[in-house]
Every structure is written in C-alpha cells, then in structure tokens.
C-alpha cells in the first residue's frame, strides 16, 4: 500500500522545541514536495482561564486575547519563509491539544511536533502531552529533538519484522530521500530471563539464542530481498538499549518505527519498544502507523 504524504502539519507552543519542530517541518516539506504545509498552535483552556484571569478579560474582550497568540504566529511564519522559502498556512486552534491535534488531522498528513514543551509546571515530555498525541493520531508522527540545520543523512528503520515495515521503509524514503538508510533488527531468546532463572546450562541458553539469530537472518534476508539497496545491522540484545546504543555508533539523526501494539485501550497503543525508544533515546523519531 503506498503512503502519499499530502499535507504536513506541524504545531508550535512558540517554545525552542516547538519553534525547531516547525522549521524542520518546513524543510521537510520543500524536499518533499508536499502541496501543503500548515502551521498551528493550540491554546488549551487552561491556559486560556488563567490568561483571562490575570489580564481580567472577559469574554467579550476574547479577540484581544487572541492577538497576542496571533501575532506570535505570525511572526514564526514569517521566520520559516524567510529561512525556508516555504509560506505555512497558518491556523488557531482552541481546545486540549491532546485531542484537537488528532481530530484536525486526517488521511494524508504527516505531523511534526517537538520532543518537550515549554509549560514551567509540569513535565510536557513523552510521558505525558506528545505521547498522548502520538496515542491517539492515526498518521505518522515526528519527533523533533535537534535543531534542523539539514536534511537527515542517516536513517535507522527499526524493524521487528511485523506488518509496519514496508510502510517504516516507504516513508524513510520519502522523508529522506538522499540518505544512507539502513535496516535493524536486534534479536535475543524468547523468554532468557526465564530461562536463566529456572537455571537451565548456559549451553542449553546459547542453543535458544543461536535459534533466534537464525530465524532473525532468515526475516532479515526476506526483507532485504524487497530492498536489496539498503544495509543491514542485525545485532544480538533486547531492542530498546541495543538500538540507542547502535544509534549513537552510527551517529544516525533519525530513527523510524513502527507504532505497534494495537490493543484495545488507548495507552496499549504504541508498543512498548516504541515508547521507551521515545522516553530515552535521543535522536528525531518517525513513528509510522
């Protein structure tokens, strides 16, 4: 199934991250081509009852209070033609940015958003705002945690092999097109730890890890024969610290995953993997669905 990306949006809060998610936005969108690149920011109530409060506005004043925001966007517009070439088209949203963000987009978008907020009072990680967005939106979502000074140069598809692959594989291309991207798969034996805790000999242990490996290079070999350009790094440990660590070595500025897990309820939605990978990595994430 191809993925036609039709329209990037990315949502600012004016704070550095959120500024850098923007820019790289933009820049992703003139190297793809895409028809539309949108702008938003999304003041939640909260926000908005206590602004009210301390400036004593009421609601007939409420366009008053909108022009400050308004200007803020403005001015980051005018900052992303002026460095990019690209004209956002800008739009207020009001409402939780948790919900209003995935309700806005639809089929066709590719969202950007920043790694951490700017709220001075609770953690806006992704543990809780981002992570929440990524829960519930149903297009691909990047993470932005460095500044975009280029294009990305080094891509890691993460794979476990499931159905999100071809898919994670398809949009690495698209996002970055003149990259060395590269394939990954870390393996280990299903269940060790249990197996070395019910105290089984380190040579029955070795047998179940040497069938791992062998049942990952056959996957592995499978998958590049569909993408026979493409490197492949398939290493032996648990996913989440051999993938950080192997991201480093490579010194890669992106990460692509898939959002696995599509259980019943709205927090078994990204899989484990992918959340840890976003709660303790470093690198800019592309968590394809």
């Not at 036609?4 to 081509?33: C, H, P, W």
């Not at 409402?95 to 958003?113: C, E, F, N, R, S």
């Not at 290493?235 to 692509?256: A, C, R």
């Amino acid at each position: 199934m191809t993925t036609t990306i039709q329209r990037l949006v990315t949502a600012t809060d004016f704070s550095e991250a959120g500024n850098n998610a923007a820019l790289r936005g933009a820049y992703l969108a003139k190297a793809m081509g895409v028809e539309t690149f949108c702008l938003w920011h999304v003041l939640e109530p909260a926000v908005g009852r206590v602004l009210r409060e301390t400036l004593a506005l009421s609601l007939s004043h409420k366009k008053d209070f909108h022009d400050p925001v308004s200007e803020a966007l403005a001015a980051m517009a005018k900052r992303i033609e002026e460095e990019t070439g690209i004209t956002p088209h800008t739009e207020f949203l009001e409402g939780a940015m948790t919900q209003v963000l995935p309700q806005a987009l639809k089929k066709g978008d590719l969202l950007v958003i920043g790694a951490t907020g700017s709220h001075r009072f609770r953690r806006i990680m992704l543990g809780t705002t981002a992570l929440r967005i990524l829960q519930r939106c149903q297009v691909p979502v990047l993470v932005t945690r460095e500044t975009a000074a280029s294009s990305y140069q080094k891509v890691l598809v993460a794979t476990d092999f499931s159905p999100f692959c071809e898919r994670a594989i398809e949009l690495a291309e698209k996002v970055a097109p003149d990259a060395d991207i590269r394939l990954f798969h870390a393996y280990h034996a299903s269940h060790e730890m249990d197996l070395i805790f019910a105290g089984l000999s380190d040579q029955v242990i070795q047998q179940y890890r040497d069938k791992a490996k062998i049942e990952a290079e056959q996957k592995m070999q499978r998958l590049r024969a569909s993408h026979p350009s493409f490197n492949a790094d398939l290493l032996p440990g648990y996913p989440v610290p051999t993938l950080i660590e192997h991201l480093e070595t490579q010194q890669s500025d992106l990460v692509v995953v898939g959002k696995q897990g599509q259980g019943a309820t709205e927090d078994s939605q990204l899989g484990r993997v992918t959340q840890r990978l976003l709660n303790e990595g470093t690198t800019d994430v592309l968590v394809v669905n």
